[in-house]
């Protein structure tokens, strides 16, 4: 594969390690810390897999991260960024969590802030972590377009070193052209659309989340 091309796979706790094609990834993000109001996180489960997987990883090149939230914890999310106290706590935690674990950095997959006071909290919260991993992976979940687009600042854009972008219209492996085109028409002119050198980096990508779906009948399917 080209160079700059980056395969990211999301794994769980309940992934069996030893199938994981470490020679077609670049970075695996381990999926999910869960946020508390508070700003700590459950534990992590399975925690000794992600040890394991770092140390595999690494001996190969490929980068990890600690995926924290996930679809359904939006509320955390808003309580934690919404004080300084919370956002600190949240921060340092997640620090150590990365630290204590040897990985590159760390997924904010908050689905979604919104527009407003919201958007603001992100953007501190994201400057808090910025600030407390220097040389580290800073990630996030983006929505391309539409009302939700609204709640992630341009400010925001500057702060990560790599943000993936999804569109709630189009279904799972379904062609991504109208997300192409929504992306590019958002990102361009955003602070991240240029190295530090000036060189563009603006770029899409494909989502293979499909495979966790079977049909079991003509108008039926599971996750």
């Not at 395969?7 to 990834?25: F, G, M, N, Q, R």
């Amino acid at each position: 594969m080209p160079q700059d091309f980056r395969i990211i796979a999301y794994v769980t706790d309940a992934i069996v390690e030893s199938i994981i094609p470490y020679d077609k990834l670049t970075h695996i993000n381990y999926a999910f810390l869960i946020p508390k109001d508070d700003g700590t996180f459950n534990p992590i489960s399975n925690a000794w897999k992600l040890q394991r997987i770092a140390k595999n990883a690494h001996a190969r090149g490929v980068k990890v991260l600690v995926s924290v939230g996930g679809w359904g914890w939006e509320k955390q999310f808003e309580v934690v960024s919404a004080s300084p106290e919370t956002r600190g706590i949240f921060v340092r935690n997640l620090k150590a969590v990365v630290d204590g674990y040897q990985i590159d950095g760390a997924d904010i997959d908050w689905e979604y802030p919104a527009a407003g006071q919201s958007a603001d909290n992100f953007l501190s919260l994201i400057r808090e972590l910025r600030v407390a991993l220097p040389g580290r992976l800073l990630t996030t979940a983006v929505v391309s377009h539409g009302e939700n687009a609204a709640g992630i600042l341009p400010e925001t854009f500057e702060l990560f070193d790599l943000l993936t972008s999804w569109l709630t219209m189009a279904p799972n492996m379904a062609p991504c052209s109208n997300l192409i085109r929504a992306c590019f028409l958002v990102w361009p002119g955003r602070p991240t659309a240029k190295d530090c050198d000036g060189t563009s980096i603006l770029r899409t990508g494909q989502k293979f989340g499909g495979r966790g779906y079977a049909v079991f009948q003509t108008r039926e399917s599971i996750s």
